[in-house]
């Protein structure tokens, strides 16, 4: 989604859903049903109809990694281990004992990380990146 976020940041115009889904190449369907999430959150709008799409509803410099992981449904940010909670391997078992502890540690980290960047932040390197690249390109 923060994919989706920046390049709706850096378009002048809503953007279609069908238009994001080519650039994540998924449905269209999927990336209305993630949206959705963040509209409700109030990060992002949506206009129907000729000229209607999506577009950025946030101020990008108040609005942190944290706040889109929560938004979309704050999705597992470490797998580590087997899925059974209760496997009756005892392999399996030792194995997610171990790593257990692990990767909670690993996630508060990166929950801790997500609140110090801002949508701002991502915005402004891609756009760095992108007057970087385009020089590049037109001295070849």
């Not at 238009?19 to 409700?40: I, N, Y």
Request: neutral net charge; hydrophobic residues 45%.
């Amino acid at each position: 989604m923060l994919h989706v976020l920046l390049h709706m940041a850096d378009a002048r115009e809503p953007i279609t859903s069908e238009t994001l889904a080519q650039a994540m190449s998924t449905h269209p369907v999927v990336v209305r049903r993630v949206m959705a999430g963040l509209r409700e959150a109030g990060f992002v709008r949506s206009e129907k109809g000729h000229g209607g799409g999506w577009s950025i509803a946030c101020d990008l410099a108040k609005t942190t990694l944290l706040d889109i992981y929560r938004a979309v449904g704050e999705p597992t940010l470490v797998a580590l281990g087997f899925d059974d909670v209760q496997p009756s391997c005892l392999v399996a078992r030792a194995v997610n004992t171990a790593l257990d502890g692990a990767a909670r540690d690993a996630e508060q980290l990166l929950l801790q990380r997500f609140e110090s960047i801002s949508l701002a932040d991502l915005a402004a390197d891609f756009s760095k990146k992108k007057r970087n690249h385009q020089c590049n390109t037109t001295r070849s």
